[in-house]
């Protein structure tokens, strides 16, 4: 099955120039983009699969000696193309905050406390439904200093290679009903609302477990679109 | 039918204890030494420093790089064309130090076939990532030392000379083992060529 990269489809993505966000001023280019033919060299891509991923990469709260602090969380969904069909056997990988709202990152000066429990670190790799599923805590929000009480909703980063060099993507997953929606400038570069809220997770009480955690689930929709659609047998 | 992509987010600062943590006690999968023990061809170095619209070197970037085999053929099954046993994965991730700089050592790539048929040059795709960028910046490296390149169909779509050369790796000379140098200009002066992809 070959794939296809329409352009229009990377509209979705925020300009590398956003006013909000302090830090975009000095590092996007000013001369345009050159348009790149999709050649060999864009259509193909790393692939990286299960022999990459360990199970304790997929559970954030077992990486340690002891339970970290905070609310237990199980995010899963399904890594999909644009034709909604699933996108099997490509790598997450996934970094966050602890429940305080602090990264291990020796650069992340927040007061706020270590978890001697919770790197925040992991890895999972999509079934052949192209599902996925992990545990961890649910992350703190955290100030940065883009501007003044400036506070970066909860989130956790994603990073996912799929079936090609076009369609990587590095992004954020945000939790439903978060109040600093409006004041994140990183959340808002993505003026489509639309495309906004598919960067949202849904809280889901099916994948909840009774006495344990939480669920949420997020799905991620990669570029890509079926080359050649099969056409649909009809018996009649 | 899906509604759309997902958009992309910036990495942020605080992605190297996950996706570059040679510091860290997380493991490492991947690295910024892509040979292998079987791997043929000519051995290189590749160097340089990410700069900002200032000029400065920006100590919070990751690069990563996607390339052929020195027979000019990719680990991955879209290109269908028989590959040797040499392991060889043609990805590499690697950070930027304090001041910018990276650094990765693999194979020179060989071509690869382009559009209508014509050859590409050896070339190696390189994505840009940072905290300050929305979403990651496609660039190519070319090497200066290639002949191919003056019929490159990709390199011809930068008809200016002195932007073309921001898409070419100069050869260091004096260095143990081939080395080339490429600095990535997000802005300004100097500016390196980036690609829609
Ligand atoms: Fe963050």
Redesign the interface.
Known sequence: M?LIYP?E??L?????S?EG???????????P????????????????GHE?V?PEDADLTLQHAGEPLGERIIVSGRV?D???RPVPNTLL???Q?NAAGR??????QHPAPLDPNF?????VVTDDEGRYRFVTIRPGAYPWRNHHNAWRPAHI?F?LFGP???S?????MYFPGDPLFPFDP??N??TDE???N??VSRFDLDTTQPEWALGFVFD????GRNATPMEEPHDD | ???????????????????T?K?????E?FSADLTTPAIGGDRIRVVGQVL???G?G?G?AMI?I?Q?DPEGR??????DRARGNSGF???GRAPTTPDGMYAFTTVKPGQ????NGKP?AP?I?V?V??????????T?IYFEDESANAAD??LA??PDEE?RRTLIARRLAGEAEPTYRFDIR???EG???????
């Open positions: 070959g352009r489809s990377a979705a993505h925020p300009s590398n956003f966000y302090r830090s975009t001023a000095k590092r996007h280019p000013k001369r983009l050159v348009i790149l033919p999709h050649t060999l060299s864009e259509v193909t891509g790393p692939v990286y990459i360990r999909l644009e034709d909604g990988e996934v970094w905050a990264y291990v990152h020796v650069a992340d790197t925040g670190a992991g890895r980063h990073s090609s060099y076009l990587r993507l590095v992004t954020q990183i959340f570069s993505v639309r495309a906004r598919r960067m991620i929709v990669l570029r | 039918m899906t509604d759309g992509i997902t958009p992309s987010q910036t990495v942020g600062p605080y992605f190297a204890y996950c996706l943590p510091d860290y006690d997380t493991r999968i900002d619209g200032d400065v920006i919070d990563e996607w052929a990719y680990a991955h099954p879209a290109d994965a043609g990805f690869v076939p382009g559009p590409q070339h795709a994505t990532f940072a905290r300050g960028m929305l979403k990651h910046l496609y190519r169909p990709i779509l930068v932007a997000l802005q300004g500016e390196t060529v980036f690609f829609e992809a």
